[in-house]
Nanobody, 134 residues
């Protein structure tokens, strides 16, 4: 069982920045592929960003982004702290949503994940609200 706890959400004006954190339990954190998803009111949950773990095989990059956040958001991980971050810059009102951290834990080494699919992720955090005012 892996627990994920998000923090760092809040209210920010358009053009501002926020950094979300997600602290994970578990002894094999470096193996986990970690993702951020978001869900706006009345909308489906959508992929935001992912950072690959050592168990997964993907292309040359180890970070991936939705087109809507590319160039504005940055995902990173600190394996020593069992934490993944989402730095969000140049925020827009459309970024308003509950942001969820997710972990792909039960991946067989050397397999290829579908990073944008919710079904690839085994554990989820409770979410943190991000509100961007215009």
């Amino acid at each position: 069982q892996v627990q994920l706890v998000e923090s760092g959400g809040g209210l920010q004006q358009a053009g501002g920045s926020l950094r979300l954190s997600c602290a994970a339990s578990g002894r094999s954190f470096s193996r986990y592929t970690l993702g951020w998803f978001r869900q706006a009111p009345g909308q489906e949950r959508e992929f935001v960003a992912a950072v690959v773990g050592v168990a997964a095989v993907v292309g040359n990059a180890n970070t991936y982004y939705a087109d809507s956040v590319k160039g504005r958001f940055s995902i990173s991980r600190d394996n020593a702290k069992n934490t993944v971050y989402l730095q969000m810059n140049t925020l827009k009102p459309d970024d308003t949503a509950v942001y969820y951290c997710a972990a792909d834990v039960y991946r067989e080494t050397g397999t290829i994940p579908n990073l944008t699919s919710m079904s690839e992720y085994d554990f989820w955090g409770q979410g943190t609200q991000v509100t961007v005012s215009s």
